[in-house]
């Protein structure tokens, strides 16, 4: 199984950061990379796929990056309903697998 | 706007099977990505399996051996069946849609917690 290992595992920001979150994957996944963000009893949302596309409907301040084995997902002014827990997950390789999450909290 | 709603009991007995159902509304089941996902409280996401072409699947290999996925077109839903369930099974199970083979998931159902416990 390909692991992704997400950094930081949680982080406090204030509204208007600028905010940063790495995925790795334990090989190489070329772009099949998605960035999903969960807020408490609710499903996940999709934010970015293939990389660095933006899905539909979501705000341009959330924008994703990388190939290969790193990618980012940057937030680049953090929103009050943007506190949440954030999930990349690989689809290059079945089994499909997520990262353990990155909490992101009020400061 | 497509919906997809979970359905299927909430409380399971150890060593029985897991069954539920998703309903899909506002788009053909026929197409896309039909994906079962769990959480089990407090944690990460497991990808299960997934559906695509209305019968070609995909199953994590860790399940494999007591997970199903089928789909029955002329209701537009699809199902899971997981046997022989212990309470690490306990999760909530969401089904969502992926639009391509990029696996990304627009349109989740709510999630159902199932508990498996005697």
Known sequence: DIQMTQSPS???????????????ASQSISRYLNWYHQ??????????????????????????SGSGTDFTLTISSLQPEDFATYYCQQSYS?????????????? | QVQLQESGPGLVKPSETLS???????????????????QPPGKGLEWIGY????????YNPSLKSRVTISVDTSKNQFSLKLTSVTAADTAVYYCARAVTIFGEA?????????????
């Open chain 2, 51 to 58: 559906m695509y072409n209305s019968g070609s699947i995909k």
């Open chain 1, 39 to 64: 807020k408490p009893g609710k499903a996940p949302q999709l934010l970015i796929y293939a990389a660095s596309s933006l899905q539909s409907g979501v705000p341009s301040r959330f924008s994703g």
């Open chain 1, 10 to 24: 949680s982080l406090s920001a204030s509204v208007g950061d600028r905010v940063t979150i790495t995925c790795r």
């Open chain 2, 106 to 118: 627009d349109y989740w159902g709510q999630g159902t917690l199932v508990t498996v416990s005697s």
């Open chain 1, 94 to 107: 079945i089994p499909q697998t997520f990262g353990q999450g990155t909490k992101v909290e009020i400061k």
């Open chain 2, 20 to 38: 539920l159902t998703c309903s899909v509304s506002g788009g053909s089941i026929s197409s896309y990505y039909w994906n079962w996902i769990r």
